[in-house]
């Protein structure tokens, strides 16, 4: 209803993103992720700011963050679920 106004709603999915939190050793820092996996704040602001200027419906955030979304579409949702909470499990435990 609100496309005719001028309205433009985006969903911004930026993955890993390089942050205090990831440095924190209770959180991002126990989940070891190589730096290059990681945007910082500022590219992923300038680029979701970009897209959804520009009308992107969806933003994904550089090509490691790309190719883990392509990923995802080849498991279904139940082992997708499994295979995300034993990553988290061995590496928050």
């Known amino acids: 209803n609100a496309a005719g ?3 433009v709603v985006s969903a911004l999915c930026p993955g890993y993103t ?7 050793p209770d959180q991002g820092a126990k989940l070891n ?5 990681m945007m910082s704040a500022k590219e992923v602001a300038e ?3 970009r897209d959804c200027l520009s ?7 550089g090509a ?3 190719i883990t979304a392509a990923i995802t579409h080849l498991f ?3 082992r997708l679920t499994k295979l995300v909470g034993s990553f988290y499990r061995k590496n928050m435990g």
């Open 18 to 24: 390089a942050t205090k939190m990831m440095d924190n």
């Open 33 to 37: 992720i190589a730096p290059n996996m």
């Open 64 to 66: 490691a963050n790309k």
């Open 5 to 7: 106004n001028g309205v």
């Open 76 to 78: 279904s949702k139940t």
């Open 47 to 49: 680029q979701g700011i």
């Open 55 to 61: 009308g992107k419906m969806t933003i994904v955030p």
